[in-house]
């Protein structure tokens, strides 16, 4: 049998945040799951799907010690029901789960470094944020690793449907080092952001 190890990043008492990059598998998972968990992945045919949903929700049990009860908004964000924390975001990359939970509305997203990113920049780096990377002096690998990493945040933290990811969504400034990204989706507030470099993926979040 795995044990699960999971990493608690959170940097204040009013938010949670949560990384496992050494999932369980989906059978002990499906063994182990309760009543709760398997009605949660009724009609979920797909194992990496079932997985994924399973991973998430063991992770805040174990890490809370408590159940949680999930309901889903119709563009299909989790929304705890019985739980300190009301708003909660998932993110899911290979083996590694990233899961924030916040009084506010939040997200976080995960993603390996090597992803190809290069391949799809033109649709959601803008000249502002070229920019940006250069005037940082940014490694442009990371900063296009972090700059959609930032932009999925934001998109699931605003819950913002038919935007454009390039257009709409704006990072309008980064330090790598200290670990900061400060964005904003359409006209809205400035949304301030964490990253974490955990050497072969990144994972921003906000709360």
Known sequence: MKYLKIDNLSPVSDALVLVCDEPLPLEQLEAEADG???????????????????????IVREATCQ?????????????????????????????VVAV????????????????NFERVASRY?????????????CERGVFLAAVWCAKECMYKAAQCESVSLKDDITVEDMDLSAGVIVGRVGGGESIYMRLVDRGDYLIVYSY
């Open 36 to 58: 709760w968990d398997l009605r949660a992945v009724e009609g979920i045919t797909a194992s990496a799907r079932r997985r994924e949903r399973l991973m998430w929700r063991r």
């Open 67 to 95: 159940q949680v009860e999930v309901e889903y908004t119709p563009s299909g964000a989790p929304r705890i029901k019985n739980f300190p924390f009301e708003h909660i975001s998932v993110s899911h990359c290979r083996d």
């Open 100 to 115: 924030v939970a916040s009084h506010r509305e939040c997200g976080v997203d995960v993603e390996r470094k090597d992803r």
């Open 125 to 137: 780096v803008s000249d502002q944020e070229w920019a940006l990377c250069r005037e940082r002096g």
